[in-house]
């Protein structure tokens, strides 16, 4: 697995966590973070029908989950996770970093974005995802497509 992906979400969740803490909403939004991001994996690797061996690999490895394919179908089936209302759903720890950013911005401090930073976690890991199995399906394309631009649509909106 890639490394430098693995890096990219253990910094983005520890970004999530240490806002929560700073912000009284507490120290687990890190795992909450974490666990929106292998949801969103699973619902790409589903996409095409199944969850192959390589892409519960991929998420298991870079979640820290101990899932096989099937668990993760499973999973995926009991929590309506392919259902089209979960591409419309906005991750909560990305609303919170979005109000992080403006929060920021309303002392004076435009340069870092937080937002920007798990946008592009999901973007990496959306792309390793559908890659993972070396057999990218136009279902996976699509979903992904469909979910970047919700949480482009999400940040154009909210975004000071």
Not at 128 to 135: G, M, Q, R, S
Request: charged share 30%; net charge negative.
């Amino acid at each position: 697995m890639n490394k430098d992906i693995k890096e990219l979400v253990e910094v983005m969740c520890k970004a999530v966590e240490m806002t929560g803490s700073v912000n009284g909403l507490g120290d687990d939004l890190g795992i909450v973070a974490k666990t929106e991001l292998a949801m969103y994996m699973m619902y790409l690797s589903a996409s095409d029908g199944d969850i192959a061996r390589s892409e519960a690999e991929a998420i298991s490895d870079i979640c820290k989950l101990e899932l096989n394919a099937d668990e993760l179908a499973y999973f995926v089936q009991e929590n309506n996770i392919l259902k089209p209302e979960f591409a419309e759903v906005v991750p909560v720890t990305y609303k919170i970093m979005i109000k992080t950013d403006n929060n920021l911005k309303g002392m004076g401090n435009d340069e870092v974005k937080f937002s920007d930073y798990v946008l592009e976690t999901y973007k990496a890991i959306g792309d390793l995802i559908i890659k993972a199995d070396e057999d990218v399906k136009d279902e996976e394309i699509k979903n992904y497509e469909k979910y970047m631009a919700m949480m482009e649509a999400y940040r154009a909106e909210n975004l000071q």
